[in-house]
């Protein structure tokens, strides 16, 4: 088991991120929302590392280290979470003036009827 912050979100503030011998990967914000992750490997992991590294010529960026007890070093290098947060489709900020005539206010009342429109339509 191994526990690090790093952040992996690029919102300024460190996430936690743990992981356990089968590869099971967890990142922690602060705000407690979570997202899983399962590295598979054919053996346990004996170590885990993560945090912002550098390849040669380039800018520090979040990183996961993985080795495993057969021997295998993995990394995985420039890792892109925007969120950690569950958003609905609602939350997005849509362009409505690309799917719909510019003279339909783009209020919430009329975004909400979009997307029931849009899911009704997408679900027969």
Known sequence: FA????DIDHDDTDEVIACSWDGVTFFVDHNKNCVKF???AS???RAFCAGQYAMEGSDNKPALVYVTFSGD???FYDVQLTSLGVQTLNDYALDFSSICDSDIPPSSKHRAKIIRNL???TSS
């Open 3 to 6: 526990l690090v912050k790093t």
């Open 38 to 40: 399962k590295f598979e």
């Open 43 to 45: 053996v346990p992991i």
């Open 73 to 75: 070093v993995v990394i």
């Open 119 to 121: 899911l009704k339509n």
